[in-house]
């Protein structure tokens, strides 16, 4: 799956750094096409990702996406620390759930979570 979003993000325009994640998630740095909106681009993402597993039954029942995306604008100082993170994604998520961090994130920075 992976793969298929990365063709997807350069088919779009998106040039790809890292894609990496859990069964329940996944991390894409990439640098955004200033002709799309980052909402048009996950629409995009989503909508085919879907339509190819379910098309390809690779899972017996059917999948679908969250409702909602997290996506954060990333500094040149900082493009390492952020490929690495994405790259150690396991070894990351043995001491933290992507939930949990999601939750710290949102608390640390004073953003309103609309989860609660």
């Given at each position: ?11 779009l ?59 954060y ?16 994604q ?16 949102i ?10």
């Amino acid at each position: 799956m992976h793969n298929y979003i990365r063709e997807e993000l350069i088919e779009l325009g998106c040039p790809v750094r890292i894609i990496n994640g859990m069964p329940d998630h996944i991390h894409a740095l990439f640098l955004l096409n200033p002709k799309k909106s980052m909402a048009d681009v996950i629409k995009q993402i989503k909508g085919s990702s879907s339509h190819s597993i379910n098309g390809e039954n690779l899972i017996l029942e059917k999948f679908a996406w969250q409702t909602g995306y997290a996506a954060y604008s990333v500094s040149e100082s900082q493009l390492e620390i952020v490929y690495n993170y994405i790259k150690n994604q396991k070894q990351h998520h043995l001491k933290k759930t992507g939930q949990n961090e999601f939750y710290e994130f949102i608390k640390l920075h004073g953003l309103n979570n609309s989860d609660d």
